[in-house]
C-alpha cells in the first residue's frame, strides 16, 4: 500500500479533477466513501453534481475562510492510497478505515478530537482512493503535520499486515524524492519518458561517475545539455547548484529548475565533494611489451575494471563502512557502463544502474574508506567513450557485466544481513536487468567458444573435461562426446595451456577467487575469470594477444601478475570457511 501525498491551494480545482473523467478516461464512479462526520455531499451520488460539487467545496472552504490571513497559502492537503498489483479489492467501508486511520496518524483528524481538519476520501478506481483535507483546525489553528508522509507509511505498512496485503518494504529515509503527480502529468502530456526529475536524477548520477573534479562535474553536466545554475555564498565560494532539463518551464515560461539534494540525498553539491575527495587511482598506461596494447581503448578499460568489480565484491564481506563505500563506486562503475555500453545491452545497463542507485544509499556511513580504484575505472569506461558491441569489444562487455552480476548479488546479501529491504531488493533488481543484459552480450563469444571445445582433439578435450572434474565435482562434466555446457571452459582451458599457463592451476586460482554459489552459470563465471587471468581475447574469434614465448605458465603466486594478485589478496570468506558460504539461489 502506497501514499503519496502533496500540498495544493485550490480546493474546487482538485475536487473537478477527482470527479471528472481522467486524463485518459481512467475515472470510473467517482463516489465518497468517507468524510470528516459521515455527511458530506456526494456530487458523484446526487441528481445535480455540479451543485453537490460545489456545496462540497464550500464545507471543505469553510475553516479556511474563517481563518483568513492565519490560513496557509498551500492549505490543501491530498493524499493518495493505492494497493500494490496482485492485491484484493478492498470494500468502501475497508478504503474508509484506512482513510480514517491515516487522517488520525498523521494528525489530520486524530480520534476523538472534535476540532480535526475536515477531510473526505474520493474512490473513483479499484485499487486505489484520494485523502483531500483542508489545513485548518475547527479552533482555526494550523494542524501539526511534522513527517506526515513517514506517519502514513508506518500505518500503511501495519494496515498491509492486518488486511492480509502484499507487504510493501519499508524505508530508512534515505530514498530519492518520487517525482509528483505533477510532475508525472507533466511527463505524459509532453510526451517524455521520464518526469523531469528522473532524468536529471539519471543525468547528473553519470556526469560525476568518474569525474576528476568539480570543474569536471559541472562541464560534463553543461555537455550533456543540461542548463546548470551555480549558487554562490558572498564570499564568492559556491555551496550548491541547480540543474534543469532545456525546454522545461512553468506557467511563466520560466526554467523549472530542481537542487541536487532535491534530486537524491547523495547529489547535493557537499556530498558530491565529499566523494570528489576520494580522488582518482593512478592509471598505468598499457605498452606494447604486456601483450594488451592492440585491444581497443574501450576493451582495455572494460578489462581493467572487470577485475576491479571483482575486488569490490571481496570487500562487501568486511568493515561496514569500507563496504559502504564500494557501494557507492559500484554505482558509479555501472552508470559509467550504461552510457557507454553498446545499443544491444545499454537499456538493460541503463536500467541497472538506475535502480541500483537506490542501494548506494543507507544509514551505514562510508566517509572514511577508499573507492579510488572503483572511481578511476568508471572514469577509464567514460573516457574510453562507447563500445563497438561486437568483437573484443563485446567481449570484454559480457566479461564486466558477468562479474558486476555477482557484485549486486553480494550487495543484496550484505543489505539483507542488515535489515536493509529496500536496498536488498533495489539490488536484486539491478541483477536480474544485469543478467539479461550478459545473454545479449555473451551470445556470439560463447556460442564460439562452446564450437571450438566441441572440436579438439579427443585425447586433449577429455585432458581438460578431467581437470574440470576434479576441482568441480557437482557440474557433471560429460566424457562421452556429447555436447556439454563445459565446451566453453574446455576451450578456455585449452587455449590457456596454448599461451603458456598450467591449466590445473589457473583453474584453482578462478574458482578460489570468490563464491560461486550465486552465479546462474558456474560455467560461464569461471570461462570469464580465466580468460581475465589469463589475458586470453574475451571475443575467441579474435587473434590472441599474449605471443607463447616468453610466458611462464602459471603455477605460483610468484607467477601472476599484480592485478591478479589484488584480486585474490584478501580470499572471500566462503573459501576460506565452508560455514560462510550463502545460501543457494
Known amino acids: 500500500m502506497v501514499p503519496d501525498i502533496g500540498r495544493g491551494s485550490r480546493t474546487h480545482g482538485l475536487l473537478v479533477y477527482l470527479y471528472g473523467p481522467g486524463r485518459r478516461e481512467e475515472h470510473t464512479d467517482a463516489h465518497l466513501v468517507g468524510s470528516w462526520d459521515g455527511f458530506a455531499p456526494d456530487p458523484g451520488r446526487d441528481t445535480d453534481p455540479q451543485v453537490a460539487l460545489a456545496r462540497l467545496t464550500a464545507a471543505l472552504d469553510l475553516r479556511v475562510k474563517q481563518a483568513g490571513d492565519r490560513a496557509p497559502a498551500k ?7 493505492r494497493t500494490a498489483p496482485g492485491d484484493r479489492r478492498l470494500s468502501d467501508d475497508e478504503w474508509n478505515a484506512v482513510a480514517q486511520r491515516i487522517v488520525h496518524a498523521t494528525g489530520i483528524a486524530p480520534d476523538g478530537d472534535p476540532d480535526g481538519c475536515r477531510w473526505i476520501a474520493v474512490r473513483h478506481a479499484e485499487d486505489h482512493i484520494h485523502i483531500v483535507a483542508t489545513l485548518v483546525r475547527g479552533d482555526l489553528r494550523n494542524p501539526r503535520l511534522n513527517y506526515d508522509f513517514n506517519k502514513a ?6 494496515i498491509e499486515e492486518e488486511m492480509g496485503l502484499r507487504r510493501l518494504n519499508a524505508g530508512d529515509g534515505t530514498a530519492a524524492k518520487n517525482p509528483t503527480s505533477a510532475e508525472k502529468f507533466k511527463a505524459e ?24 573534479d568539480e570543474k569536471e562535474f559541472f562541464t560534463r553536466l553543461r555537455e550533456a545539455g543540461l542548463r546548470v545554475k551555480v549558487r554562490h555564498a558572498p564570499s564568492g565560494d559556491a555551496f550548491g547548484y541547480n540543474v534543469a532539463l532545456p525546454g522545461d518551464r512553468n506557467r511563466h515560461g520560466e526554467p523549472v529548475w530542481y537542487p541536487g539534494s532535491k534530486l537524491a540525498p547523495d547529489l547535493s553539491l557537499p556530498k558530491i565533494r565529499l566523494r570528489l575527495a576520494d580522488g582518482i587511482a593512478e592509471r598505468v598506461t598499457p605498452s606494447a611489451a604486456d601483450g594488451r596494447a592492440d585491444w581497443s581503448l574501450p576493451a582495455r578499460e572494460r578489462r581493467s575494471a572487470t577485475g576491479i568489480a571483482e575486488r569490490a565484491a571481496v ?12 557501494l557507492v563506486g559500484v554505482g558509479e562503475l555501472l552508470d559509467a557502463v550504461a552510457q557507454t555500453s553498446p545499443a544491444a545491452t545499454r537499456a538493460e545497463l541503463a536500467a541497472a544502474a538506475r535502480v541500483f542507485e537506490r542501494a548506494t544509499r543507507s544509514h ?26 561486437r568483437g573484443e569489444d563485446g567481449g570484454t562487455t559480457a566479461m564486466l557485466v558477468s562479474t558486476l552480476v555477482l557484485v549486486t548479488l553480494a550487495a543484496a546479501r550484505w543489505h539483507s544481513a542488515r535489515g536493509h529491504a529496500q536496498q536488498a531488493h533495489a539490488a536484486r533488481q539491478a541483477a536480474e536487468h544485469l543478467r539479461t543484459a550478459y545473454r545479449q552480450a555473451a551470445a556470439t563469444p560463447m556460442r564460439v567458444l562452446q564450437d571450438q571445445g566441441r572440436v579438439l582433439p579427443e585425447a586433449q578435450r577429455r585432458s581438460h573435461e578431467a581437470t574440470l572434474r576434479a576441482a568441480l565435482p557437482e557440474q557433471g562434466v560429460r566424457a562421452d562426446g556429447l555436447p556439454s555446457k563445459t565446451d566453453a571452459l574446455v576451450a578456455t582451458l585449452a587455449q590457456a595451456e596454448q599461451a603458456g599457463h598450467d591449466p590445473e592451476a589457473l583453474l584453482q586460482q578462478a574458482i578460489d577467487m570468490r563464491e560461486l554459489d550465486t552465479a546462474a552459470d558456474v560455467n560461464d563465471v569461471l570461462v570469464w575469470r580465466l580468460r ?43 573459501v576460506t570457511d565452508p560455514r560462510s558460504r550463502p545460501p543457494r539461489r
Open 75 to 81: 492549505h490543501v492537503w491530498h493524499c493518495s492510497v
Open 153 to 158: 507509511q508506518a500505518v500503511c505498512r501495519r
Open 189 to 212: 502530456r509532453t510526451g517524455r519518458p521520464d518526469t523531469a526529475r528522473e532524468a536529471l536524477r539519471e543525468a547528473v548520477r553519470q556526469a560525476v561517475a568518474g569525474a576528476h
Open 315 to 326: 570487500l562487501l564481506n568486511g568493515d561496514d563502512e569500507e563496504a559502504a563505500a564500494q
Open 364 to 389: 551505514v556511513r562510508a566517509e572514511r574508506a577508499d573507492t579510488r580504484a572503483l572511481r578511476s575505472a568508471a572514469r577509464g569506461i567514460v573516457q574510453a567513450g562507447g563500445a563497438l558491441g
Open 532 to 574: 581475465h587471468l589469463a589475458q586470453l581475447p574475451a571475443h575467441p574469434g579474435e587473434a590472441p594477444r599474449h605471443p607463447q614465448a616468453g610466458i611462464r605458465p602459471t603455477k605460483t603466486p610468484a607467477n601472476r601478475t599484480s592485478e591478479q594478485n589484488a584480486l585474490t589478496a584478501a580470499p572471500h570468506p566462503a
